[in-house]
Every structure is written in structure tokens, then in C-alpha cells.
């Protein structure tokens, strides 16, 4: 083998190792700092803003998060003394209540933090043959007595997650059809969202912290 010719076949190898050693690198660590210092024990999830056409998109995902924001070890206000407690404060549309000050928040409820949540998609949307549930939301946790970020982070979820296209064209018409007529009798976004706020809000590497109230609290 020539000199020139080994060289060629070097040149190659080493530019695919280094797109290999770039895709395996680590993902940047996130500053928790933070987080850990404010320590929040209760969490005030305010009613998403929704961006979606769907207007059973806020209260649907709303319903969702408490389960993993409880799980991972905190209090959370119940929807339904928190949704009463803002009208009577003469705030009730989504918009309003995440532009009111956090000294207010913090007065009203007494919570060591606010969640502030912005759903960018939620719904079923329809393409030539093909039709997927898609929800996507996006969140931040703010500490309520001094402002500061704690945590963001973003997540999706869709019905089309390793749907199996297999059975063909017809296969797809037929599936397109029934979707079709389950989300205009029901909202199968609602069973979407409970995996979307729980890819949102679970703790993970990099993301949400455990709670006081999760043995896992420290150990993140």
C-alpha cells in the first residue's frame, strides 16, 4: 500500500472519529446552585398560557402536573383552592395571573416557588393521509421571595412514538380515520400531556431537583 494511498484512507477515518467523539460527548452540565440554595419545599403552579388553538389546553395540562412535581418530593397547591383563590383576587385568564408580581403570589399563597408553564402546542393536527397528538410545553421555576430562576427546562410528547406504519397505505387511511373521530368526541391530548409533564417535570440529570419530601432530596 502506497503512502499516498494510506493517507487518503486516513483523512476519512479521522474526520468520522471526530463526528463520533463530538455526538458522544457529554451534554453541558447545568448550574444548580441555585436551585440548592432556595430549597424550595411547595411549588405554586400557575395555569399554563396556551399557545395552541385548543382551548381545553391549559386546564387539560394543568390537571397533569401535580402528580410528578408531588413524586419527586413536593408540596404542590391544589388546582382547585388555587383557581378559586385568584378569582378572588380578580384574576382569572392565564395571561394575567403569570404578569402579576411575585410579591403578591408570594403574599396570597405563602409559596417558596412559582411554576410557570406555556404549553406551544397541545392538540391533533391533520396532514394529507397522516395525523399525530402532539403536546409540547415549556416551564420555569422562580424562587418567590427573591426572584430568582431556579430551573427551565422544555418537553414533548406524541401519539406517533413508535406508532408502527407497517400495515401500508390502508393502514394508515384507517388509523388517520379513527384518531380523527376519537379526538372530536374526546381529548386524547389529555392522556399525551400526563407524558409530557412528566418528561418535563421528573427529576433527571440536569433538570428538576428532588424535594424535601422525597428520600432522594441531597442526593441530586
Not at 404578569?99 to 417558596?112: M, N, R, T, V
Not at 374526546?186 to 400531556?193: C, K, L, R, T, W
Not at 400526563?194 to 419530601?213: C, D, E, T, V
Amino acid at each position: 500500500m502506497s503512502r499516498h494511498t494510506l493517507k487518503s484512507m486516513i483523512k476519512p477515518m479521522a474526520m468520522l472519529l471526530a463526528v463520533l467523539l463530538v455526538g458522544c460527548a457529554a451534554p453541558p452540565k447545568v448550574d444548580q446552585s441555585a436551585f440548592k440554595q432556595s430549597n424550595p419545599g411547595s411549588i405554586l403552579v400557575l395555569p399554563p398560557i396556551n399557545l395552541s388553538p385548543d382551548i381545553r389546553g391549559s386546564l387539560s395540562f394543568l390537571s397533569t402536573v401535580t402528580l410528578p412535581l408531588s413524586e419527586a418530593g413536593y408540596y404542590v397547591f391544589p388546582v382547585a383552592m388555587v383557581d378559586a383563590t385568584f378569582k378572588e383576587n380578580g384574576l382569572s385568564m392565564p395571561d394575567d395571573i403569570h404578569a402579576a408580581p411575585l410579591p403578591k403570589l408570594q403574599s396570597i399563597f405563602g409559596a417558596d416557588a412559582v411554576l410557570y408553564i406555556t404549553l406551544e402546542k397541545y392538540g391533533s393536527s391533520y396532514v394529507v393521509i397522516d395525523s399525530q397528538t402532539l403536546v409540547v410545553a415549556k416551564a420555569r421555576l422562580v424562587d418567590a421571595r427573591s426572584g430568582v430562576l431556579l430551573w427551565e427546562g422544555k418537553a414533548s410528547a406524541s401519539d406517533a412514538e413508535g406508532r408502527d406504519n407497517s400495515n401500508g397505505l390502508l393502514g394508515v387511511l384507517v388509523s388517520s380515520v379513527i384518531h380523527q373521530l376519537a379526538s372530536q368526541v374526546g381529548n386524547p391530548a389529555y392522556g399525551i400531556s400526563k407524558i409530557a409533564s412528566a418528561r418535563l417535570l421528573s427529576p433527571r440529570a440536569g433538570g428538576m431537583l428532588h424535594g424535601p419530601r422525597s428520600p432522594q432530596h441531597g442526593k441530586d
